[in-house]
């Protein structure tokens, strides 16, 4: 696990595309995303493609985090890459002084609720047409 590189741009928006469909980032905004929080993009390669990522984002007073994205490749789930993913960019928050963690989660998505239920997240709110018409999200939250 590392920080991501500008050269993971292409292979990340690939991964992105692969793991969310329809939900993933334009290039152009992993772009934008790893300029403004490089250093909060993390990535899992095994030397030759990249297998998961983390990113998260701060507030302007740096106390409430987001995690903007956490994804793996579909090929390599269940072996807890998504949990360690998740523990890292959570110290990373932690070490920013950031002090709450708050995502957003599809209610479908059973594994990811799990996964975030199992690291501590609750939720806190439905939101309904959260990514547009139809597109409903759960928001949780993790005091760090």
């Known amino acids: 696990m590392r920080s991501a590189t500008e050269q993971d741009l292409p292979d990340l928006e690939r991964l992105d595309t692969e793991i969310f469909t329809d939900f993933a980032y334009p290039f152009f905004v992993l772009r934008q995303l790893?300029?403004?929080?490089?250093?909060?993009?993390?990535?899992?390669?095994?030397?030759?493609?990249?297998?998961?990522?983390?990113?998260?984002?701060?507030?302007?007073?740096?106390?409430?985090?987001?995690?903007?994205?956490?994804?793996?490749?579909?090929?390599?789930?269940?072996?807890?890459?998504?949990?360690?993913?998740?523990?890292?960019?959570?110290?990373?928050?932690?070490?920013?002084?950031?002090?709450e963690a708050k995502l957003t989660v599809d209610p479908e998505n059973s594994a990811a609720i799990a996964l975030y239920g199992s690291c501590g997240f609750e939720q806190i709110d439905e939101r309904k047409d959260y990514f547009g018409p139809g597109e409903h999200r759960l928001i949780m939250t993790l005091h760090l």
């Open 34 to 99: 790893f300029d403004v929080h490089g250093p909060d993009l993390l990535v899992l390669d095994d030397g030759t493609e990249l297998l998961g990522y983390a990113l998260a984002g701060t507030s302007p007073d740096k106390k409430q985090g987001w995690i903007l994205g956490l994804g793996v490749d579909a090929r390599l789930r269940g072996h807890g890459l998504g949990r360690r993913l998740m523990a890292a960019v959570l110290d990373q928050l932690r070490a920013e002084g950031v002090v």
